[in-house]
């Protein structure tokens, strides 16, 4: 596949991302592309290895290894070193439901599990797709089929994430009637609130959604299921109903002081952004400095960041957009270390040290990482109004995460932003279809079939398997939607 000796002959090449001085002055997306020529040559960087880890998709030592769509990594590479951009597109568009979204995003496990990557750098597989899709949109390559014959069954996805927009996609091609039931005023799940529009571009969620429509998919935003519409009403209506929610309830922090003004989900921040920048058309002139947030005008303020995984660094970048005047980061764990130990070996994915765009650009501009590693919380401080105005912390032994006495500290906070990850479910919407639940109120299902404990009732994603990846999402998504066609259909082609 590929060059035979592209992997010797060419190094590494990935797009630049603009200076933190220049992108940090609106939210738009700010990475850029190689050339078409220099990203041939970079495919042509993959190896004919002969187990291509890359496509592998399962879980080595507890951690995702290798891509879980099972994209033909090295096929779409060797289309790609061609010159044969529409076939690379077709082939990627068998196992891939929406690249536009994974290009961008996801932190690339095909990359971490490259043969290439064993003994120097991987091939740039996931800037190959992301070259792959735009010129598929370009050329007017990407269409969403309409079916010629309908079945006649009805089908209801709660949640319009990436699993539900997956499931959707591919109950709908077979001839399914879809309706997807969305809470929030806009489709996209956690692509549109939970990521900034500077890593995913909100107007690439639109152009899919419209190609759905289009096609047949009924998308019905505003409706809250479990509140708005009964778990009975949905069953009685509909053939099966697929649960798509997302791990999407927030884990707290209950430490004395919680009852502050200014401490924020970080999800609920991010969500609030995200909704006013589109609100206001993408002008930045009207978000930046405003004071129509719940949480003020950050100008010249404080935020402490509470978890240091990427939505941390998500609310970290946002909140230098929005001119805060310093920004740190606590994280529990320690500081990873810069290359991989023998204990992680390839092409397990690399537990290495990550510096995102937003610790970037907290360098840049505040002098320093904002990540406090070993440190946790212990006290929300508020001033006579009732508002956070600083935190207590304290260093925490490696692996015991015991306090160490002497190293507590009080650091300003005009803002406290948690970012310590999900619980599991929502309860109202679990105890509506009443599923069961697993000890981390993920929604068990039986084996591979994503059937739950409920009569016609299916889950997939985030809401069966925890908080995680984008592309696990979609994976999820699809398979669900192959067990669903079997279940109705006695048999499936997906």
């Known amino acids: 596949m590929g060059k035979a000796t592209g992997f010797m002959e060419y190094e590494r090449r990935c797009g630049r991302s603009r200076l933190p001085e220049d992108r940090t002055t609106t939210f738009e997306e700010f990475h850029e592309w190689l050339p078409e020529e220099e990203q041939r040559r970079q495919a042509a960087r993959c190896m004919d290895c002969g ?19 099972h994209n033909l990594v090295p096929e779409t590479n060797d289309l ?27 932190p690339a496990l095909c990359e971490a599990a490259c043969t290439c990557g064993y003994q120097a750098e991987p091939v740039s597989t996931k800037e190959n797709e992301r070259a792959i899709i735009d010129y598929a949109y370009a050329h007017g390559l990407v269409e969403e089929p309409v079916p010629e014959i309908r079945t006649g069954k009805r089908i209801a996805v709660v949640g319009s994430g990436p699993s539900g927009l997956a499931a959707a996609q591919l109950l709908n091609r077979r001839g399914h009637s879809v309706t997807v039931f969305e809470r929030n005023d806009r489709i996209g799940g956690l692509l549109r609130y939970g990521i900034p529009n500077m890593k995913l571009e909100k107007r690439a969620i639109d152009r899919r959604v419209r190609l759905m429509e289009q096609a047949g998919v009924e998308f019905r935003c505003s409706v809250n299921v479990g509140v708005d519409v009964t778990a009975e009403e949905l069953l009685e209506q509909y053939d099966r109903v697929l649960l798509c929610g997302g791990a999407s309830n927030p884990r707290d922090i209950q430490i004395p002081g919680r009852e502050a003004a200014g401490i924020y989900f970080a999800v609920d921040f991010l969500t609030e952004v995200s909704r006013r920048l589109m609100d206001q058309d993408y002008d930045v002139t009207k978000v930046i400095g405003s004071k129509d947030f719940s949480f003020g005008d950050l100008t010249g303020k404080q935020v402490l960041v509470i978890g240091g ?32 130990k023998d204990t992680n ?51 925490l032994e490696a692996g015991s995460f015991r306090p160490v006495a002497g190293t507590e500290q009080e650091l300003k906070a005009d803002l406290v932003l948690i970012a310590a990850g999900f619980l599991g479910s929502q309860k109202y919407l679990t105890d509506a279809f009443g599923v069961e639940l697993d000890r981390r109120t993920n929604i068990v299902t039986k084996g591979s079939t994503h059937r739950t404990s409920a009569d016609r009732v299916f889950a997939a994603g985030d809401i069966r398997r925890g908080q995680s990846l984008v592309v696990w999402a979609i994976a999820e998504g699809r398979e669900a939607a192959r067990a669903i066609d079997e279940d109705l259909m006695g048999y499936t082609n997906l």
């Open 51 to 69: 187990v291509p880890f890359c496509q592998y998709g399962g879980m080595i030592a507890g951690m995702g290894s290798g891509c879980p769509l």
């Open 345 to 395: 070996p390839w092409p397990e994915w690399p537990r290495i040290l990550k510096t995102d765009y937003g610790q970037e650009e907290a360098i840049r501009f505040f002098g320093g990482d904002p990540r406090l590693y070993q440190t946790t919380a212990t006290e929300f401080l508020k001033d006579e109004k009732g508002h956070v105005c600083g935190v207590k912390t304290v260093q």
């Open 309 to 340: 995984g990427d939505t941390g660094n998500d609310c970290v970048g946002t909140a230098i957009r929005l001119r805060a005047a310093g920004v740190t980061q606590l994280e529990m764990m320690p500081k990873p270390s810069e290359k991989r």
């Open 80 to 106: 790609v070193y061609r010159g044969n951009w529409e076939q690379a597109y077709r082939r990627l568009a068998k196992t891939h439901s929406f690249p536009e979204f994974t290009s961008r995003v996801c």
